[in-house]
């Protein structure tokens, strides 16, 4: 158990749909990253919080959006879904987010989109 | 094009083989990871390094920076060490991480 947890685990929705995953990082870990892992193509990062603000954006649609909150707990948001957004998504969490720093990964939560 | 290769991308053994998992990248890396999924999904991080070698248990993992090049190894494999082992690296002060495909490893008793 890496500390950092996921909910929902799985998701399932139909296009054209919103939801919201969220993440909370292990005990005093101040950076959360979310991760896309996709069957075609592999795992992707899409962005980096650090202490509330963001700090490094990956291949993240417009479509999706993410925060940290004030008690460092992260949402990532999708929006108008499409069939290609199935997938696992990831969210990872450091103490400070630098690049020394090791990411505990949290289990995932699979989203289907039919 | 993905600069972080791996190979080979299947690998299948036999329990107690000594197993070799070889990841190359580009230029400037200031960290890589090894990371393990298992069939259930989830992902453990092994190991973080930026020169010379780890060692943890049965695993090691070593990097070779003037070659761009970095190999995990698993002594006396089990079939529990089944799983995707995954390369990822962190270029310069860039804090994201860019990964390989994977490799499948499956270790049959």
């Known amino acids: 158990d890496s500390g950092v947890t996921q909910t929902p685990k799985h998701l399932i929705t139909a296009t054209g749909q919103r939801v919201t995953l969220r993440c909370s990082p292990r005990?005093?870990?101040?950076?959360v990253y979310w991760y896309q892992q996709s069957l075609d193509q592999g795992l992707q990062f899409l962005i980096q919080?650090?202490?509330?603000?963001?700090?490094a954006k990956g291949n993240i649609l417009e479509r999706f959006s993410a925060q940290q909150f004030p008690d460092l707990h992260s949402e990532l948001n999708l929006s108008s879904l499409e069939l290609g957004d199935s997938a696992l998504y990831f969210c990872?969490?450091?103490?400070?987010?630098?690049?020394?720093?090791?990411?505990?990964f949290g289990p995932g939560t699979r989203l289907t989109v039919l | 094009k993905n600069e972080v290769e791996q190979s080979p991308q299947n690998l299948t053994a036999q329990e107690g083989e000594f197993i070799t998992i070889n990841c190359s990248y580009s230029?400037?890396?200031?960290?890589l990871h090894w990371l393990q999924q298992h069939p259930g999904g989830g992902i453990v991080s092994l190991f973080m390094?930026?020169?010379g070698k780890k060692k943890h248990g049965r695993l090691i993992a070593t990097i070779n920076i003037q070659e761009k090049h970095s190999s995990l190894h698993i002594t006396a494999s089990h079939p529990r060490d089944s799983a995707v082992y995954i390369c990822?690296?962190?270029?310069?002060?860039?804090?994201?991480?860019?990964f390989g495909k994977g490799t499948l490893l499956t270790v049959n008793p």
């Open positions: 990872a969490s450091s103490v400070t987010g630098g690049p020394e720093n090791e990411q505990f």
């Open positions: 005990s005093g870990d101040l950076s």
């Open positions: 919080y650090y202490n509330g603000e963001e700090r």
């Open positions: 230029v400037g890396i200031s960290a």
């Open positions: 390094l930026s020169s």
């Open positions: 990822a690296v962190r270029y310069g002060s860039n804090y994201k991480l860019t």
